[in-house]
Structures are given as structure tokens and as C-alpha cells.
């Protein structure tokens, strides 16, 4: 086994939360969309249990996959799945499954990146959607080709911004948000006036676990070396799920004020500063501006991405183009349906688009973690491969 450099405190672990965390505390949860769309319209067993029980399950499904990468400390996803599952053909169904979902998450994220970014320059500055529409595309294909490397550096202070902004909202929208939060929850409102039966109501809720596990990709090689031990990975694991649950629970209490009305909102936070805090002009300018950015730095990571999936497929059809050529036509042909996507509307990508894709991910790719990996770590146990303390035998050695 290879060695790695190994870290221990508090301050290590951490940083791995910090990724699993911003990578959920993206666009989708700053404009408020995401939150409202999971939790909202399921009553007011949405605002505080559902988080609730949303966390329990992040905090399993963390413990599972954390526990896989202590003991096998595998270094890409597909590696740990295959760790996971080792017939061939559980494998192959599990690696095609993830290059599916993620061409699925740059189509829809990008599309609402897209449509909340025109949303937001029309409210704010009065800029017609077309043209926002177009203002951002650009940008994202300019910085995808020619800039990627220093906005993805960028990206990290930005995506800081973004929950320094939602702490701030939180904290001024807080207090003249608590009357309504409260009336609403005391009125017990069910998710049967949204048309929900209880067990759609529950699973629409608790796959926002989806996005919840989002970070977990990049965290499987960042976390050799730093994920050594048990305790590491129940920290880990309890500290992620208080971070997503809390912050989201925040949130829908805030948001459950503007109820139901706001279930219309396409940008529940902007919502919530404008009727809910005594901010001003600037406070308003800041949220737009920084949201954007954080936008504008993930379309460039998301389209950054499939260029680079996708351009030596092309080399080899086309031995005699040029890469950059390559990952233009790429790029250009992910932003135009994406484009085409963002007409929809932010709502009916959330709704329809960002439901869909929780609903097939979850059960296919988490659920059974909560069987597989027990099962797994059971077996090596058993054929000698883990030791009594469910560590490697020879690393142990």
C-alpha cells in the first residue's frame, strides 16, 4: 500500500467538511430556489423536521463513504465504487451511471445558473433577460477557454463570499421573519395542500441528501491522508450534516414567513432582504454581485469540466483539429442547449429538472450504500483482508 503523509486535529478534518459543504452552498442554495422547492411546499413538517431528518441521512451516508476512504483510501469516485461493488458488471453500471449524472448535473445547474443570473441583472439593473442571457454565456465561454485556471483559484474566495452573504441575510432577515415563520408552523399546514401524498412529500424532502453528498467527489482523494481514523470520520461526517441541515433549516424558517406566496418567488432571497430586513440599496447590490460570481465561477468549473471529458473523444474522430478548436465547439454546444434550458424558467428547472435528477440519483447511487458497504467491510473481514479493527491487514502491519 502506498503511504500517504497523514494530518490529524481538528483543522484537517475540517477542511474536508469545508469542501463538502460549499459544494452543496452553491447558486442553487443562495438564491433560495433549491430550499424552497425541496422543503416548503410540503407544509410545516419542511421547515424544521425536514432538514432535520435530511441530515441524519447525510450524516449515514458521510460515515459509509468516509469509512470507505479511511480503510482503502481509494483515489478518484469511480475507484471507491469499485472498492464498493466488485463484480465487473455492478462496476460498469455504477461508472456509466456517474459519467451520465455528470453531463445531467452541467446540463441543469448550468441552465438554472443561466436563468437566475438573467433573473437577477433584470431585477437589479434592468437589464433585459436576452441580453443578460448573452452577457453570461460569453463570459463563461471566454473565461472556460482562456481563463479557467485563475477563476477556479478565485472560486474559493467567492464561494466564502456566497456564506458570508447567506450568513448576513440570515442574520437581518431573521427577526421580522419569526411572526410568520411561527404562524405558519402553529397552522400545521400539510403537504396534502400542495398535492403531495405523505411518502412523495418524505422522499421529495430527503433527496436533497443528493446535494447534500455533492463535494463528496472531490473530497475522495483530498481526504487520503487526512481521514486516518474512526473518530475522523464521525467528526467528519457529524460536522458536514449540522453544517448542511442547520443552514438549511435557517433558511426555510426565514422563507416559510412568505408563505405560500413565495412558492412563486424566483428568487426567495432577494425576496426575503426586500421584505424582510431594514438593509439597503448596497445590501441588495452585494447579494447580486456576489452571487453571480459564484455562478459565473461554477458554469466556468461545469463547462471547464465536459471540455475536458469530452475533447479526446473528439481528437480521435478528428486526428486533425486542434484542441482548442475541440473544446470551443464543446463548449459552444453545452452553453446553447443550456441556453435553450434556461427558457424554461429558474422554477421549472428547479422543480423539474433538479427533482428528477434527486430522484433517480438517490435511490441508484446512495441507498444502496446504506446495504453494499456494511456488506463489503463484512466480507473482507471475513476473507482476511481487514483486520478485527476493520483496518487493512497490511497496512496494519
Not at 453531463?103 to 441580453?131: D, E, R, W, Y
Amino acid at each position: 500500500m502506498e503511504k500517504v503523509k497523514k494530518q490529524s486535529g481538528f483543522a484537517a478534518v475540517f477542511s474536508i467538511c469545508a469542501v463538502m459543504y460549499s459544494a452543496y452552498v452553491g447558486p442553487g442554495f443562495a438564491s433560495g430556489t433549491q430550499t424552497v422547492s425541496y422543503f416548503l411546499n410540503k407544509g410545516y413538517i419542511g421547515v424544521i423536521i425536514g432538514p432535520i431528518v435530511a441530515g441524519l441521512l447525510c450524516f449515514i451516508f458521510n460515515l459509509l463513504l468516509f469509512e470507505i476512504n479511511r480503510i482503502y483510501k481509494p483515489k478518484t469516485y469511480r475507484e471507491a465504487y469499485n472498492t464498493i461493488y466488485r463484480n465487473k458488471a455492478l462496476q460498469i453500471f455504477f461508472g456509466t451511471f456517474k459519467e451520465i449524472q455528470v453531463i445531467v448535473v452541467v446540463l441543469i445547474a448550468l441552465s438554472a445558473q443561466i436563468s437566475t443570473t438573467a433573473i437577477l441583472l433584470n431585477t437589479m439593473f434592468g437589464i433585459p433577460k436576452m441580453l443578460g442571457t448573452v452577457l453570461f454565456c460569453s463570459a463563461v465561454l471566454l473565461l472556460a477557454l482562456w481563463g479557467a485556471d485563475l477563476l477556479r483559484k478565485v472560486g474559493t474566495v467567492l464561494g466564502i463570499c456566497i456564506l458570508v452573504i447567506c450568513g448576513y441575510v440570515a442574520v437581518i432577515c431573521l427577526g421580522n421573519a419569526t411572526p410568520g415563520a411561527l404562524e405558519f408552523l402553529s397552522s400545521h399546514v400539510s403537504y396534502t395542500e400542495f398535492g403531495y401524498t405523505a411518502p412523495r412529500a418524505w422522499f421529495s424532502m430527503l433527496m436533497i441528501v443528493v446535494f447534500f453528498m455533492n463535494g463528496y467527489e472531490a473530497c475522495v482523494p483530498a481526504s487520503i491522508g487526512i481521514i486516518n481514523t474512526r473518530k475522523d470520520v464521525f467528526v467528519e461526517s457529524l460536522v458536514t450534516a449540522l453544517l448542511c441541515a442547520l443552514s438549511t433549516m435557517i433558511f426555510t424558517f426565514i422563507f416559510a414567513s412568505g408563505m405560500p406566496g413565495i412558492l412563486q418567488e424566483e428568487i426567495p432571497t432577494l425576496w426575503a432582504i426586500d421584505n424582510l430586513s431594514n438593509a439597503g440599496f448596497i445590501s441588495r447590490i452585494l447579494y447580486v454581485v456576489f452571487a453571480i460570481s459564484a455562478m459565473l465561477s461554477s458554469s466556468v468549473a461545469f463547462i471547464f469540466t465536459v471540455c475536458n471529458r469530452f475533447e479526446p473523444i473528439i481528437a480521435k474522430a478528428l486526428p486533425k483539429s486542434n484542441g482548442f478548436s475541440r473544446k470551443f465547439v464543446i463548449a459552444i454546444i453545452f452553453i446553447l442547449i443550456c441556453t435553450f434550458g434556461s427558457s424554461f424558467g429558474l422554477l421549472n428547472i428547479i422543480k423539474y429538472g433538479y427533482g428528477t435528477f434527486t430522484t433517480i440519483v438517490g435511490p441508484v447511487m446512495l441507498i444502496p450504500l446504506i446495504v453494499s458497504v456494511p456488506y463489503r467491510l463484512m466480507k473482507d473481514r471475513q476473507n482476511g483482508i481487514l483486520n478485527d479493527n476493520y483496518d487493512q491487514i497490511k497496512e496494519a502491519e
